[in-house]
């Protein structure tokens, strides 16, 4: 059963009670009672499975504080398993802080995989990773790509199986900030938003529905092609340049959530990764451009 199937009264029901989502390989219990995640799963999640509630990963809530706070300026806590690993957030940043919340669950957890923060993205059966730093625009191209045809497998975490070396899709909306929603609302007339949650230590931030397609198909895995590390530059012309085997295995190593957690495995990992892998630095200024060389790069 998909998420869009319920009515608004059986969503809200299931939500109080603890929505079982299913999200690639993982599944999270849900418990809100806030209009903004409810909102914002009607919305960017009409896509995904409910599985049988009886079992659940990780168990979260996105609920009001109580006390003086839920009144005057009006606040939400994420708790994972009871635990409450981030400061409260003002009442409208709920669905924000549960998307935030569930990163950071499978980035302390999850260990069974390789994570990267990085995105992933695959076309007629060649995945490309795009590693990023605060600022670079990987978002951005990211969503360009997902929604010029691309399959979605991540926006943040790179999952990466720690048996067979391919990557494991996640397929959540894609977290844009600040001028990069309006460009991506320029840019396809297909991109539908969440509301957007404004003062964040981001800035505003909001978060973009995956293609459906890139949902449907989340379980069917790729092997990785590219790494490609993106930087955003105005008035750049488009290129796409090599980059070192030995610093590209350093900057994603970098980027790993638990390569210190794997130890060695995770060092074998990340060079078996960079080794199999196109590794280049990629300059752009204009998405269509980016499209149209990521495009030459799996024809």
């Known amino acids: 059963m998909k998420l869009g199937a319920l009515s608004d009264e059986a969503l809200r029901a299931s939500l109080h009670q603890g929505l079982v989502l299913e999200t690639g390989p993982f599944r999270f219990r849900i418990h809100s009672r806030t209009d903004e995640v409810f909102h914002g799963l009607r919305r960017l999640y009409a896509d995904f499975s409910l599985p049988d509630p009886a079992f659940a990963d990780y168990v979260v809530e996105v609920n009001r504080v109580h006390g003086p706070r839920a009144v005057w300026r009006p606040q939400i806590s994420f708790s994972?398993?009871?635990?409450?690993?981030?400061?409260?957030?003002?009442?409208?940043?709920?669905?924000?802080?549960?998307?935030?919340?569930?990163?950071?669950?499978?980035?302390?957890?999850?260990?069974h995989y390789l994570?990267?923060?990085?995105?992933?993205?695959?076309?007629?059966?060649?995945?490309?990773?795009?590693?990023?730093?605060?600022?670079?625009?990987?978002?951005?191209?990211?969503?360009?790509?997902?929604l010029s045809g691309w399959r979605l497998l991540s926006d943040e975490i790179a999952l990466i199986d720690r048996d067979d070396g391919l990557l494991v899709g996640l397929a959540r909306p894609v977290n844009l900030?600040?001028?990069?929603?309006?460009?991506?609302?320029?840019?396809?007339t297909d991109a539908?938003?969440?509301?957007?949650?404004?003062?964040?230590?981001?800035?505003?931030?909001?978060?973009?529905?995956?293609?459906?397609?890139?949902?449907?198909?989340?379980?069917?895995?790729?092997?990785?092609?590219?790494?490609i590390y993106p930087r955003w530059s105005a008035d750049a012309p488009c290129a796409l340049t090599p980059?070192?085997?030995?610093?590209?295995?350093?900057?994603?190593?970098?980027?790993?959530?638990?390569?210190?957690?794997l130890g060695s495995t995770g060092f074998d990992m990340v060079a078996a990764l960079v080794d199999q892998c196109e590794c280049l630095d990629f300059r752009y200024a204009q998405l269509p451009d980016a499209i149209a060389l990521f495009e030459s790069l799996v024809r």
């Open 115 to 146: 994570l990267i923060h990085a995105a992933v993205l695959e076309r007629n059966g060649r995945a490309v990773i795009l590693p990023g730093d605060p600022g670079a625009g990987k978002s951005t191209l990211t969503a360009a790509l997902a």
């Open 177 to 188: 900030k600040n001028d990069s929603i309006d460009i991506v609302r320029a840019f396809s």
């Open 243 to 261: 980059r070192p085997k030995a610093d590209a295995f350093m900057h994603t190593a970098t980027h790993a959530f638990n390569y210190e957690v």
């Open 192 to 227: 539908v938003f969440g509301e957007p949650a404004r003062d964040t230590h981001k800035g505003t931030v909001a978060h973009l529905k995956p293609p459906t397609d890139s949902v449907l198909h989340v379980a069917r895995r790729a092997r990785p092609a590219f790494i």
């Open 80 to 111: 994972f398993d009871g635990y409450q690993p981030f400061k409260p957030l003002p009442a409208d940043h709920a669905f924000a802080l549960l998307e935030w919340g569930m990163n950071w669950c499978i980035g302390g957890q999850a260990h």
